[in-house]
């Protein structure tokens, strides 16, 4: 067994290259699977939400044997610090808990809703964004795409009424940029809270047929979700539904726009979107850490772990563990098919998977359908940046418009 020579908690700070973090997990991949130290980066993170004494999983084989046993390796850890702002979850749930309330909110994500939300709400919304840029030829694709769609496309899965929008968004900014500005967060979380209760008000006299009406609705063995728990699970819908969407769709278009090659495959066969979206997630995983408390004294790939320990699970270093993949450094969409870890594995694994790949296909399938001819412009310098969330700040783009809106 390994045992901990140094605390490099502090080290990964200075270490890492937030533009570019892959060469340090790499070199710490190529030492071991797991490490005392972390991947964080807690520069910006106040004192009282830092951990203590940390751990970092970064090989294939630790991240994902680390995500099947929640017994040691639990999720408590976040009600500490994002359940400080979204409430008790299911995030932060274990064992039986877990199971049943992830077994009620799983009713509002079933397959035939997907079905129906594909041409009723995430088309005909990725559609009317494109409308109020084509025709200047010319738009940031994150500003007025990227984030946009989720975030619209959010708001009408909840049945929230159009002009809630502006209010929906500011609060959804102010919540998934809470590790920079706490307060603003806290103010967001408490305005969320009276909103959505009133909505869910609402659906107990008048039931809808939307999540929030699912969710009031749901029931398993006679056990119903308390209010607490629908509004906490909705708030939670905001940096778990909404931010990685964003930001894997604008990681995607990125990579696309940085190799003309496959963006041309592509936009001459729309069959090579699911692959293309698959090979983004892997590529610049929008999430590329969770994290876990570390129960009982324990030992992953050969180290010792005590137990009160935080555990980071480095994803964006397990989808690039040169054990699983050939050239796991290069960007290329027509490798073939090796599951990656962006979406987790294990009791926790997202539950809005087949929802967020659904809209990444549908955006890019709008995208290029619409228009054609992308140049990534470099003012502003557009590229890809974060830990643990990543993705492009701006995406200024030029285009010629391929297709009307029909
Ligand atoms: C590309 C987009 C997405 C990525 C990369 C992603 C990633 C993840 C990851 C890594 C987790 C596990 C967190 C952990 O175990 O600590 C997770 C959980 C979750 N995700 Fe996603 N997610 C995405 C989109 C979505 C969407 C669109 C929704 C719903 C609208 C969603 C809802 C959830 C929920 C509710 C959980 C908690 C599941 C549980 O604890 O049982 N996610 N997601």
Known sequence: MNSPARDESAVAADALDLRDPYPYFAARRGETGVFHGTVMDYSKTPESLRPKDTYAAVSYAAVSAALRNNRVFTSKLYDSTIGVFMGPTILAMS???????????????????????????????????????????????????????????????????????????????????????????????????EYFLERIEERRSTPTEDIIGDLVAAQIDGEKLSDEAIYSFLRLLLPAGLETTYRSAGNLLYLLLRHPEQFAAVQQNRDLVPQAIEEGLRYETPLTL?????????????????????????????????????????????????????????????????????????????????????????????????????????????FDIAAPHR
Request: proline share 7%.
């Open 290 to 398: 969770v994290q876990r408390y570390v129960t009982e004294d324990a030992e992953l790939e050969g180290t010792a772990i005590p137990r009160g320990a935080v555990l980071d699970l480095c994803l964006g270093s397990a989808n690039r563990d040169e054990t699983r993949w050939d050239r796991p450094e290069e960007f290329d969409i027509f490798r073939s098919h090796t599951p990656h870890i962006s979406f987790t594995a294990g009791a926790h694994t997202c539950l809005g998977l087949h929802l967020a790949r659904m809209e990444t296909r549908v955006a890019v399938e709008c995208l290029l359908d619409r228009l054609r001819n992308f140049t990534l412009l470099l003012e502003g310098d557009p590229h890809i940046s974060g830990q643990p969330f990543r993705s492009p700040n701006t995406l200024p783009v030029t």
């Open 95 to 193: 064992g039986s808990a877990h199971k049943a309330h992830r077994a009620l909110v799983t009713t509002a994500f079933r397959p035939q809703s997907l079905l129906r939300w594909e041409p009723e709400i995430v088309r005909p919304i990725c559609e009317a964004l494109i409308d109020e840029f084509a025709e200047r030829g010319r738009a940031d694709l994150i500003k007025e795409f990227t984030f946009e769609f989720p975030t619209r496309v959010i708001a009408r899965l909840l049945g929230l009424p159009e002009e809630d929008l502006p209010f929906f968004r500011k609060a959804a900014v102010a919540i998934i940029s809470y590790a920079d500005k706490v307060p603003r967060a806290l103010q967001a979380s408490n305005d969320l809270k």
